[in-house]
């Protein structure tokens, strides 16, 4: 990793060199928070599951 630096600097490539870490670290974030989301969904839609299965047996009772 050094060495790329090193020849980034030589060359007056700093800027690039710079716009490849944020571009990295931006994907690498937006990744992370997307893979967060898709879990948040799961976990919500689990929840929405149970919620309408304690609803289903809850009216059995009152119906009989």
Not at 5 to 28: K, N, Q, T
Not at 34 to 55: P, Y
């Amino acid at each position: 990793m050094s060495d790329l630096i090193r020849i980034f600097s030589e060359r007056g490539d700093l800027a690039h060199l710079a716009l490849l870490l944020w571009a990295s670290a931006a994907s690498a974030a937006l990744w992370f928070s997307l893979r967060e989301r898709a879990a948040a969904a799961r976990r919500f839609d689990d929840f929405v599951r149970e919620l309408q299965r304690f609803n289903r047996r809850r009216r059995k009772r009152h119906v009989k």
